[in-house]
């Protein structure tokens, strides 16, 4: 193993030595705070330490749903949060798509304005009064009218079965997660930002950061482990696995789009013309509760039988990927965002909504390094 002291001195002119702001955690959030930080000041030291030899969280691992609030989850949410939290929840995650497809031109990754479908197989609560309401609060967020509404036509021209409703929301859309990933890393390296993969930060404390191999020193510290936050400071973050599976390619395929049920605790999307569908980790909660990145068969089988009876019934599919990510959870739904003392600041907990709040988080984070 190679420790730092015994790195050679273009090595650590390069990575190790002066660092102005070591940044924790290379996802969405650890990326962009990196970016925020060069585009402020180019002559920062920014060094981003990463466990993994890949981004090794949710950043690289999830569906890629540039989403904001369907109709069901913003009637939840309505009942357990202030209407007024909630509708800032919501702008916060518009804003967000905003600000990362300024930042990400929408080609470099993929994004497609396909809308989304809230799916739902009764309906007692998206009344149209119901639904005039979420319009003109949207209205006021995004500036666009009739951003839902209910969708007749969809289901019975995708084949998706077993719900009798759709509400639309046209103004979500979807991403390529690799290519957000790769344009952000292309972005950092040209901002001569520095990567130490395969790096777990063992600990921190005023500005040094204990590594298997040796201890790193940084003038500010920014914490962007999100869901593996818990394991280096005192917050309420609680890991919570989420898996995923892509098909092979189905022939005819006529679902073109992002769609979610059940609270949004399923969702699916095509990528060409195979489909990518997960959750199910409300079949169990508690077991879910975990930093292991494997899949389990209970979760796993679930969620082919319901491919097989509800997303693309009659289709012949194999299961080409399997795979599990860890979101961070809490009791809020709100990200934490803050300077825990002179030398460390945190942005974690981004909930199952990182594509869409994680720029505006990073920017965030760099203006409070920065003390703006
Ligand atoms: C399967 C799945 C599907 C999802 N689908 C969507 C979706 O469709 N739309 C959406 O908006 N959001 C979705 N999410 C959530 C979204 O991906 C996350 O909210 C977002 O990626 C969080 O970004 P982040 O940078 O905060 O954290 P992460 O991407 O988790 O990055 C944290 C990084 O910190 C690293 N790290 C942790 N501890 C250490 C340490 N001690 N030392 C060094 N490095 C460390 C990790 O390896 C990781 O790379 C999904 C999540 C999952 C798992």
Not at 144 to 159: F, I, R, V
Not at 224 to 252: K, M, S
Not at 317 to 345: C, N
Request: charged share 20%.
């Amino acid at each position: 193993m190679l420790n730092y002291k015994d790195l050679s001195f273009w090595e650590k002119r390069a990575y190790t030595d002066h660092i102005d702001v070591a940044i924790i955690g290379a996802g969405i959030v650890g990326m962009t705070c990196a970016l925020a930080l060069k585009h402020a000041n180019s002559s920062l030291r920014v060094v981003v330490l990463e466990r993994g030899y890949l981004p090794t969280g949710a950043s690289s691992k999830n569906a890629g749903f540039a989403c904001f609030g369907s109709p069901s989850e913003i009637y939840t949410d309505l009942a357990s949060m202030s209407e007024e939290e909630v509708w800032e929840t919501v702008a916060m995650r518009y804003d967000g798509l905003k600000r990362l497809l300024e930042l990400v031109p929408s080609a470099r990754m993929g994004y497609e304005a396909c809308g989304s479908w809230d799916l739902l197989d009764k309906n007692e609560h998206l009344s149209t009064d119901f639904l005039a309401y979420l319009n003109d609060n949207i209205q006021k967020i995004t500036g666009q009218a009739s951003c839902y509404g209910e969708d007749h036509e969809m289901l019975a021209k995708s084949g998706i079965r077993g719900f009798k409703f759709a509400f639309k929301n046209r103004l979500e859309g979807s991403i390529q997660t690799d290519q957000l990933i790769d344009s952000l890393h292309a972005s950092c390296i040209t901002a001569g930002i520095k990567f130490l993969y395969g790096t777990p930060v063992q600990s921190i404390d005023s500005g040094e950061l204990l590594t298997p191999f040796g201890t790193l020193h940084a003038n500010q510290v920014v914490v962007c482990t999100n869901g593996f936050a818990a394991n280096l400071l005192p917050l309420d973050v609680t890991p919570a696995r989420a898996q995923v599976l892509v098909t092979t390619p189905i022939d005819d395929l006529a679902i073109n789009g992002t769609f979610h049920f059940d609270e949004g605790y399923y969702y699916f999307r095509n990528i060409g013309n195979r489909i990518l569908f997960g959750g199910g980790r409300n079949l169990d909660f508690t077991g879910e509760q975990t930093l292991s990145m494997e899949p389990t068969g209970r979760i796993q089988n679930h969620l082919i039988s319901l491919l097989q009876t509800n997303i693309i019934p009659g289709k012949s599919f194999d299961i080409a990927y399997q795979w599990a990510g860890t979101m961070g959870l809490g009791t809020s739904k709100k990200p934490i965002i803050k300077r825990i003392d002179k030398h460390t600041v945190v942005g974690v907990r981004m909930g199952g909504m990182g594509v869409a709040i994680g720029s505006l988080v990073g920017e965030k984070l760099s203006k409070i390094v920065l003390n703006e």
